[in-house]
Nanobody, 117 residues
């Protein structure tokens, strides 16, 4: 079992920046992929950025050049989402996600990001 603890959400003005963090606890030894999803009111949850075992990472087209995913920690399982030049359309609940080697999936509780003047 893996528990994911997210932090770093909040309210920011357009053009501002935030950094989200996700720290796993429990048996995080066999993580295959880690990522960030977001869900705006009335919309489907969508992938924002992901990083897989070996270090390959990618981000969704609408945030490319503004959002950056990275990992850190002793076993490189803490992940971050650096969000720059935030826009009102980035407003959503952001969820950390991890996929294990046995295909089990774990989600964080979500952290609200609000971009508003």
């Amino acid at each position: 079992q893996v528990q994911l603890m997210e932090s770093g959400g909040g309210r920011v003005q357009p053009g501002g920046s935030l950094r989200l963090s996700c720290v796993p606890s429990g048996n995080s030894l066999y993580i295959n992929a880690m990522g960030w999803y977001r869900q705006a009111p009335g919309q489907e949850r969508e992938l924002v950025a992901r990083i897989i075992r070996g270090g390959f990472s990618d981000v969704e087209d609408s945030v490319k050049g503004r959002f950056f995913i990275s990992r850190d920690g002793t076993d490189k399982t803490t992940i971050y989402l650096q969000m720059n030049n935030l826009k009102p359309e980035d407003t959503a609940v952001y969820y950390c996600n991890m996929v294990m080697s046995d295909s089990s999936v774990f989600w964080g509780q979500g952290t609200q990001v609000t971009v508003s003047s």
